[in-house]
């Protein structure tokens, strides 16, 4: 089945730009990923999935300020011009046939 | 407007079971597959197990194969989770959710003596 890797936690101040990384593991580079992001005490929402081409669609209402992209085998969510209400927990999640399977998560500090 | 809001959860001890039921409305639910997702507290997204447009695939997650059952009434708009020999790792915020694009608000099972 396959893996996704994210890195914990990451930081960024109020008007700048962070890029979260989500990595598919053991031969799956090619897989469509989707991000998710969940604000505190919140249900998670969907941002947009990222195609294995780099190509992404985003949700309905999501900001503009977010985007998407790859290179290999990394799937990247970009937020620009950070928002305080950016600040949240932002997952990977991917499938195959038979099962889904979320990154661990990126918990975004806004500065 | 796409809307899931499950119902179902509560305290319930070890062993015991519980059935979640989540109402989908805003959208035709035979058009997708759909998924429970479950949080423990203070930790992340874990999938549980997911059911095809029709009812005819099912999948589960190693942790509750041979314990829980989805199953889904299209005629109803209606999805569900029967949960049984239920144990305290069970614990969680439990997510119906549609595809990967839409998400229920949760329901919390507790399971304690």
């Known amino acids: 089945q396959p893996v996704v890797t994210q890195s914990s936690s990451a930081s960024a101040s109020l008007g700048s730009s962070v890029k979260l990384t989500c990595t598919l593991i053991?031969?799956?580079?090619?897989?469509?990923i989707v991000w998710h992001q969940q604000q505190p005490g919140k249900a998670p929402r969907y941002l947009m999935k990222v195609e294995g081409s780099g190509s992404y669609n985003k949700g309905s209402g999501v900001p503009d300020r977010f985007s998407g992209s790859r290179s290999g085998a990394d799937r990247y969510l970009t937020i620009s011009n950070i928002q305080s209400e950016d600040e949240a927990d932002y997952y990977c999640?991917?499938?195959?046939?038979?099962?889904?399977?979320f990154g661990g998560g990126t918990k975004l500090t806004v500065l | 407007e796409v809307q899931l809001v499950e119902s179902g959860g509560g305290l319930v001890q070890p062993g015991g079971s519980l059935r979640l039921s989540c109402a989908a409305s805003g959208f035709t639910l035979s058009d997708y597959w759909m998924h429970w997702v479950r949080q423990a507290p203070g930790k992340g997204l874990v999938w549980v197990s997911g059911?095809?447009?029709?009812?005819?695939?099912?999948n589960y997650a190693d942790s509750v194969k041979g314990r829980f059952t989805i199953s889904r009434d299209n005629t109803k708009n209606m999805l569900y989770l029967q949960m049984n020999s239920l144990r305290a790792e069970d614990t969680a915020t439990y997510f119906c959710?549609?595809?990967?694009?839409?998400w229920g608000q949760g329901i919390l099972v507790t399971v304690s003596s």
């Open positions: 959710v549609r595809a990967y694009d839409y």
């Open positions: 053991s031969g799956h580079s090619s897989f469509t």
């Open positions: 059911i095809s447009r029709d009812g005819s695939t099912t």
């Open positions: 999640e991917t499938w195959d046939d038979n099962t889904r399977v």
